[in-house]
């Protein structure tokens, strides 16, 4: 008897190490496959990017390199409308500057008052203007100057990743103007090569002040392009880690696809 059972026992042992091993090449076979897929998939993606590229006269157009392109416009959807941003007292030591609850970014838990920052697929209504951060558009906008008014959605992008925006009246003076950019191009380059600044009008007159320059959180409101504390407002908040929900350093601020992305006058 106790014969029998062990060759009973032998018998399952081999029809469960063969059912193991029958298991095991079905598996293999659907890795193989989905590697296979992906293969077929990246040489399909890499012939595309190829004709594209020689559509483009071989090589890719980069921001700056033509003729202004104003980032692509928020596509329709759900509008997102954000709550009313709260106001803190600012740190900065530059007078004038309001500043609004961003407390526990980007480290720790966010206060239930603190600026949102998700990624939403429509249009949003901010409770500031300009917008001093909350959702926004998951493509951000490639720095620079434009001469046109640019999509809130996209410029809070890069509020998030640590740029400086300044916006301003369409009835300012050509003269202002032009001290407005002679302004921004003299900012250092930072990481892509990138000064981390954007330049654009407001779409109206309707812009607190004159001149408004916005970071992450932080906002000052001038009369002329020569008050000193547009600079001290770059210095203070530009790129600085601890600002932003992304810390405001090494994050983007081009490389997005001109069609999407926009390409500024100057950058």
């Given at each position: 008897?106790?014969?029998?059972?062990?060759?009973?026992?032998?018998?399952?042992?081999?029809?469960?190490?063969?059912?193991?091993?029958?298991?095991?090449?079905?598996?293999?076979?659907?890795?193989?496959?989905?590697f296979v897929l992906i293969g077929s998939l990246l040489a399909v993606?890499?012939?595309?990017a190829a004709v594209v590229l020689l559509a483009q006269g071989g090589?890719?157009?980069?921001?700056?390199?033509?003729?202004?392109?104003?980032?692509?416009?928020?596509?329709?959807?759900?509008?997102?409308?954000?709550?009313?941003?709260?106001?803190?007292?600012?740190?900065?030591?530059?007078?004038?500057?309001?500043?609004?609850?961003?407390?526990?970014?980007?480290?720790?838990?966010?206060?239930?008052?603190?600026?949102?920052?998700?990624?939403?697929?429509?249009?949003?209504?901010?409770?500031?203007?300009?917008?001093?951060?909350?959702?926004?558009?998951?493509?951000?906008?490639?720095?620079?100057?434009?001469?046109?008014?640019?999509?809130?959605?996209?410029?809070?992008?890069?509020?998030?990743?640590?740029?400086?925006?300044?916006?301003?009246?369409?009835?300012?003076?050509?003269?202002?103007?032009?001290?407005?950019?002679?302004?921004?191009?003299?900012?250092?380059?930072?990481?892509?090569?990138?000064?981390?600044?954007?330049?654009?009008?407001?779409?109206?007159?309707?812009?607190?002040?004159?001149?408004?320059?916005?970071?992450?959180?932080?906002?000052?409101?001038?009369?002329?392009?020569?008050?000193?504390?547009?600079?001290?407002?770059?210095?203070?908040?530009?790129?600085?880690?601890?600002?932003?929900?992304?810390?405001?350093?090494?994050?983007?601020?081009?490389?997005?696809?001109?069609?999407?992305?926009?390409?500024?006058?100057?950058?």
């Open positions: 008897m106790a014969s029998k059972q062990t060759k009973r026992q032998r018998d399952l042992e081999r029809r469960e190490k063969a059912e193991a091993l029958r298991r095991q090449l079905e598996a293999e076979e659907r890795r193989r496959r989905r993606a890499a012939v595309v090589k890719p157009k980069e921001p700056g390199s033509g003729p202004e392109v104003v980032p692509l416009a928020i596509p329709g959807g759900k509008t997102t409308t954000e709550p009313p941003a709260t106001l803190v007292p600012d740190s900065s030591g530059i007078e004038g500057v309001v500043a609004y609850d961003s407390s526990g970014y980007p480290t720790g838990s966010a206060t239930k008052t603190a600026l949102p920052h998700l990624h939403v697929l429509g249009p949003v209504v901010y409770s500031v203007t300009p917008p001093v951060g909350g959702d926004h558009y998951g493509v951000w906008m490639n720095c620079g100057i434009y001469d046109k008014p640019v999509p809130n959605e996209r410029a809070v992008h890069n509020l998030e990743h640590g740029a400086v925006w300044i916006t301003y009246r369409p009835s300012l003076g050509a003269a202002d103007v032009t001290a407005l950019r002679t302004l921004v191009l003299k900012q250092t380059k930072g990481t892509g090569g990138n000064r981390y600044m954007d330049l654009a009008p407001w779409s109206d007159d309707a812009l607190p002040a004159p001149i408004v320059v916005t970071a992450w959180a932080h906002q000052l409101p001038v009369q002329s392009p020569s008050d000193p504390r547009i600079q001290a407002f770059i210095d203070a908040f530009r790129t600085t880690r601890g600002i932003t929900p992304e810390l405001g350093s090494g994050a983007p601020c081009n490389g997005v696809r001109v069609d999407e992305g926009g390409r500024p006058a100057l950058s």
